[in-house]
């Protein structure tokens, strides 16, 4: 796909992420990038990495400052096309351990932040892009068999949020929205998986090798990014509301 001239906004990009990878795939293919993180390690190293990107520090939960950086970026690329929404957060307590602090951050990053950051770009697309614009969001299978309730339920509530402005902003504005639900080995995994003991993580490998046909592993985030490439391309502009697994599978075994 040849995104020459779509300028993109990226939020969640933290190295090893599917954001980063999708960063680094999409400014390959021409299209122009505006990469959101709270923290500024990684998105400053990428941005200085590739030529036609820019990092913008923020968070997708204060919706004052988040979107007035939405409103920056769309000043300084004349624009947004399309938004590839990634910033999310998963955290796992045991039930009886969750804490009312644990709640309000997990609730505003995954669900406060990806509606205010879906509001503020569907503004700058109303105003400089009369023919549309493109929104994915980041859902997740765990929304359906979820081991981590919370966190599923965050992702169903952005999936559901998802379906609603596709159906809205597409009638109003031309603007078609899309969730994935990945599957991948990222930063947020990595995570996961440093909190498990020894014991516990051979059986979680045991048990992801037999509930993933392809392979028997969680995909790389390069897997998730060159479909994210063809959903945000104009090839995909009939696809909206969407819920696309891109796990190999994995969904369909869970049970």
């Not at 999409?26 to 923290?39: E, F, Q, R």
């Not at 990595?190 to 498990?196: C, M, R, T, V």
């Not at 509930?211 to 945000?232: E, H, M, Q, T, W």
């Not at 391309?233 to 599978?249: K, M, P, R, T, W």
Request: charged content about 20%; aromatic content about 8%.
């Amino acid at each position: 796909m040849d995104l020459t001239g779509k300028r993109i906004v990226v939020t969640g990009i933290s190295k090893d992420g599917i954001g980063y990878e999708c960063c680094k795939l999409l400014a390959s293919k021409g299209a122009k990038i505006a990469g959101i993180d709270y923290k500024t390690e990684d998105g400053e190293e990428l941005a200085n990495s590739l030529p036609n990107m820019s990092f913008y520090q923020g968070d997708v939960s204060d919706k004052g400052k988040i979107t007035q950086t939405i409103q920056q970026i769309s000043q300084d690329m004349g624009g947004i096309d399309t938004l590839v929404n990634a910033a999310a957060i998963h955290i796992t307590p045991s039930p009886e351990d969750w804490q009312p602090a644990d709640m309000d951050r997990i609730l505003k990053v995954n669900i406060e932040g990806t509606v205010f950051v879906n509001q503020a770009v569907c503004q700058e697309m109303k105003k400089n892009n009369p023919q549309g614009g493109c929104i994915l969001n980041f859902g997740s299978m765990d929304a359906f068999t979820s081991p981590d309730g919370i966190y599923g339920g965050t992702k169903a509530a952005v999936m559901t949020w998802t379906r609603t402005i596709a159906r809205e902003w597409a009638q109003k504005y031309h603007i078609r929205a899309n969730s994935i639900l990945p599957v991948a080995m990222t930063h947020m995994y990595k995570e996961f998986l440093s909190s498990l003991t020894d014991q516990q993580k051979e059986k979680h490998f045991k048990m992801m090798a037999k509930r993933i046909p392809i392979s028997g592993r969680p995909g790389k985030p390069i897997d998730i990014a060159n479909y994210v490439a063809f959903l945000v391309s104009d090839e995909a502009s009939y696809v909206n509301g969407s819920l696309i697994e891109i796990d190999g599978g994995d969904c369909m075994l869970r049970g």
